[in-house]
């Protein structure tokens, strides 16, 4: 079982920054795909951005320019710097981790989710 605990988001001006981070605990072998994701009241879940363990990335849209996805992948921890946020940013951002066990039984987890507003 692996969980994942997301930190960083809160309450930032328009324009600001915020830097979420979310690290992955358990009997972890690999980690293939860490991304992130956020839900927005009344709205569905969506992707924010993904990367995989050879470094692609892939980035909705929508933050393209102004978020940045990392991993730490020795420490199995997973980054989202937020630049430029804007009101329409606001939402409860979780982390998604898929991989496998050291017994090589596949896992897909998610985080219980930290919540960015943006705000003035």
């Known amino acids: 079982q692996v969980h994942l605990v997301e930190s960083g988001g809160g309450l930032v001006q328009p324009g600001g920054s915020l830097r979420l981070s979310c690290a992955a605990r358990?009997?972890?072998?690999?980690?293939?795909?860490m991304g992130w994701y956020r839900q927005a009241p009344g709205k569905q879940r969506e992707l924010v951005a993904t990367?995989?363990?050879?470094?692609?990335?892939n980035v909705a849209e929508s933050v393209k320019g102004r978020f940045t996805i990392s991993r730490d992948y020795a420490k199995n921890m997973g980054y989202l710097q937020m630049n430029s946020l804007k009101p329409e940013d606001t939402a409860v951002y979780y982390c998604n981790a898929v991989g496998f066990l050291i017994m090589l039984t596949p896992f897909d987890s998610w985080g219980q989710g930290t919540p960015v507003t943006v705000s003035s």
């Open positions: 358990g009997n972890i072998g690999s980690i293939g795909i």
């Open positions: 990367m995989s363990s050879a470094g692609n990335i």
